[in-house]
Nanobody, 125 residues
């Protein structure tokens, strides 16, 4: 089991950058595929990015691919989401998640067994 805690959200202007962090408890962090999702009011939770157990394989939702970078530091039990050129449509609560053993697509929330409490990102125009 792993517990996750996000940090780094805030209110920024369009074009600014933010780096979200997700700290994990437990000694098996390095064995989890990690993902970032986001949810806006009235919308379903949507995939943003994911990273494999090393930092060699990463996956992105198309609208963030050129602007966001996911990375991980297994020594620090932390996964990051660097967000550049933020847009108002990026406004959402951002959640990190650790995958379970469910055979679901890496972009599906159902793949992930453990979730953080979320951190709010608000981008003004």
């Amino acid at each position: 089991q792993v517990q996750l805690a996000e940090s780094g959200g805030g209110l920024v202007q369009a074009g600014d950058s933010l780096r979200l962090s997700c700290s994990a408890s437990g000694r098996t962090f390095s064995s989890y595929i990690m993902g970032w999702f986001r949810q806006s009011p009235g919308k379903e939770r949507e995939f943003v990015a994911a990273i494999g157990v090393s930092d060699k394989n990463s996956y992105y939702e198309d609208s963030v691919k050129a602007r966001f970078t996911i990375s991980r530091d297994n020594a620090k039990n932390t996964v990051y989401l660097q967000m550049n050129s933020l847009k108002p449509e990026d406004t959402a609560v951002y959640y990190c998640a650790a995958s379970g053993i469910v055979h679901a697509p890496i972009t599906s929330p159902g793949r992930y067994a453990y979730w953080g409490q979320g951190t709010q990102v608000a981008v003004s125009s």
